[in-house]
C-alpha cells in the first residue's frame, strides 16, 4: 500500500466551480499535512497545511482533516483557470518535533476550464 | 515567506562531466535541506537529506558516490551529480523547512539535461 495516495487525474472543473482533491494516508501517526500546487516546469509552493482535525480556510482554499479516517482533502472555490496545475499532497509521518522524510503522493492534475 | 534559492535553474551537460546545484537559504539558517528529483508527469522522489555540519542520509537506491552533497553552513547546501549519464536528466528540487516541524520551502528547481 501507497503512503500517500490520489487520484491521479486529470480532475476537470467549470470556471467558478469548486475544485475537491482528496488524499489518504496510510501511517496513522501522521501529524503534519501540507497541499503544495505545481505548474508545469516549476517547484512546488505551499498553499496550506494543516495538524488538527477539521477545517482550516484561507481566502478561496480549505484543508479537511480527518485523521480517524486517514483523509485530508483540499477545497477551492470559485476555481479560475490560474488554479490549473497539479497538486500533492504531502505528509509527515514523524511527530512535529522533528522533519523527516515528508511523503509526497503523486499529485492530482487539475484543469479549471473558462 | 522564506526564500530558498537554487542555481543553475537549468543545465545542459555532456555524459561524463560533473554538475553542481547550489540551494541557498537567504533569510533563514536551514539546518536541514532535502533534496528530491522528478521526473516528468512523475512525483517528488526524496534522494537524501542534508544536515549541516555532518553526513547527508540517502534514500535506498540512490547513490551517495554518485550524487554528492555537502551542506557546509546553514545556509548553503549541494549536490553534485557526478559522471551524469543520459537516465540522470531530470528536475532537481531542494527544500528547506524554517523551523523543524514546518512546513518546507522549495528552491526554483534544475533541469538538468545530459546529452
Known amino acids: 500500500q501507497k503512503e500517500v495516495e490520489q487520484n491521479s487525474g486529470p480532475l476537470s472543473v467549470p470556471e467558478g466551480a469548486i475544485a475537491s482533491l482528496n488524499c489518504t494516508y496510510s501511517d496513522r501517526g501522521s501529524q503534519s499535512f501540507f497541499w503544495y500546487r505545481q505548474y508545469s516546469g516549476k517547484s512546488p509552493e505551499l498553499i496550506m497545511f494543516?495538524?488538527?482535525?477539521g477545517d482550516k480556510e484561507d481566502g478561496r482554499f480549505t484543508a479537511q482533516l480527518n485523521k480517524a479516517s486517514q483523509y485530508v482533502s483540499l477545497l477551492i472555490r470559485d476555481s479560475q483557470p490560474s488554479d490549473s496545475a497539479t497538486y500533492l499532497c504531502?505528509?509527515?509521518?514523524?511527530?512535529?518535533?522533528?522533519?523527516?522524510?515528508?511523503?509526497f503522493g503523486p499529485g492530482t492534475s487539475l484543469s479549471v476550464i473558462p | 515567506g522564506a526564500v530558498v534559492s537554487q542555481h543553475p535553474s537549468w543545465v545542459i551537460c555532456k555524459s561524463g562531466t560533473s554538475v553542481k546545484i547550489e540551494c541557498r537559504s537567504l533569510?533563514?539558517?536551514?539546518?536541514?535541506m532535502f533534496w528530491y528529483r522528478q521526473f516528468p508527469k512523475q512525483s517528488l522522489m526524496l534522494m537524501a537529506t542534508?544536515?549541516?555540519?555532518?553526513?547527508?542520509?540517502?534514500e535506498q537506491g540512490v547513490e551517495k558516490d554518485k550524487f554528492l552533497i555537502n551542506h557546509a553552513s546553514l545556509t548553503l547546501s549541494t549536490l553534485t551529480v557526478t559522471s551524469a549519464h543520459p537516465e540522470d536528466s531530470s528536475f532537481y528540487i531542494c527544500?528547506?523547512?524554517?523551523?523543524?516541524?514546518?512546513?518546507?520551502?522549495f528552491g526554483q528547481g534544475t533541469r538538468l539535461t545530459v546529452v
Open positions: 494543516i495538524y488538527s482535525n
Open positions: 527544500s528547506a523547512p524554517r523551523d523543524v516541524g514546518t512546513e518546507a520551502f
Open positions: 504531502a505528509v509527515n509521518p514523524v511527530m512535529k518535533t522533528s522533519y523527516d522524510k515528508v511523503i
Open positions: 533569510d533563514f539558517q536551514a539546518t536541514t
Open positions: 542534508s544536515n549541516e555540519g555532518s553526513k547527508a542520509t540517502y
